[in-house]
């Protein structure tokens, strides 16, 4: 009997909790199912944007990596555009993106629209890139900016100190807008640092700067004229 009504006791337990919390229960549970289909669908939402990303950059690619010597139509020039576009409007942040934009840089400075290549490497950098990518971006808008004669902008570009691989390049550029400048004293410290950070393998970047380290070297004083040929 005791064991009957414990029984009971338990069923009634049970239905009241059901009473109380119920409701809630259902409602999570409906919950976690809502959020798992929510989280898979948008997983798999940003692997088809992001395979389709990939599909556009690979067109993009083939048109840019045309054969040596081939010359870019007005209308391969349209169609990077539009890939290009398509990708940094998909997603500010991607790689992609960052690319795109530094094609069409690339493209505007071969053209000649500096303007444009300026605002294509600025966009990469208001995206707000990692950090190599920004490092890059900086030294490319520098040398564009050296092309417009720009010297103060491009020199603050350089300014943040960049990672090792980058050390040279920046070192370079800095020395090439100071010898533009007129400060050769300054370029010259520069091309020496750049050339210190290049490594000796790579012989025709390391003769490249060694050739602009040694086109400033300043002349020792002359010597002094023997006592002979100056009594004569």
């Known amino acids: 009997m005791s064991v009957h009504l414990s029984e009971e006791e338990q069923l009634e337990v049970l239905k009241r909790w059901w009473k109380d919390y119920g409701k809630t229960v259902i409602i999570a549970v409906l919950v976690a199912v809502v959020g798992y289909f929510g ?16 599909e ?23 169609t990077i555009a ?16 960052h690319s795109a934009a530094f094609f069409l840089a690339k493209l505007a400075v071969e053209d000649n629209k500096l303007d444009v ?20 971006a900086r030294l490319r ?44 004293d300054a370029a010259r410290t520069a091309y020496e640092k750049a050339l210190a950070a290049t490594d000796p393998q790579q012989q025709e970047r390391y003769m490249l700067l060694q050739m602009k380290v040694d086109d400033l070297k300043v002349d020792g004083p002359v010597p002094a004229a023997p006592a002979e040929e100056k009594a004569q």
């Open 82 to 97: 539009h890939l290009a576009s398509e990708l940094k409007d998909g997603n500010s942040k991607s790689m992609y993106a």
């Open 117 to 136: 290549a300026v605002s294509e490497l600025k966009w990469v950098l208001s995206a707000k890139p990692d950090a190599a990518t920004e490092q890059l």
């Open 39 to 54: 989280y898979t669908t948008w997983q798999d939402q940003k692997r088809q944007k992001a395979e389709k990303a990939s």
């Open 56 to 78: 556009v950059y690979e067109q993009l690619l083939k048109l840019t990596n045309a054969e040596p010597g081939k010359i870019l139509t007005d209308s391969d020039k349209a």
């Open 141 to 184: 808008l520098a040398r564009v900016l050296t092309a417009q004669k720009v010297y103060a902008d491009a020199l603050a570009q350089l300014s943040p100190e960049p990672a090792a691989a980058f050390t040279s390049e920046y070192a370079e550029a800095r020395g090439d807008i100071l010898k533009l400048q007129g400060d050769l």
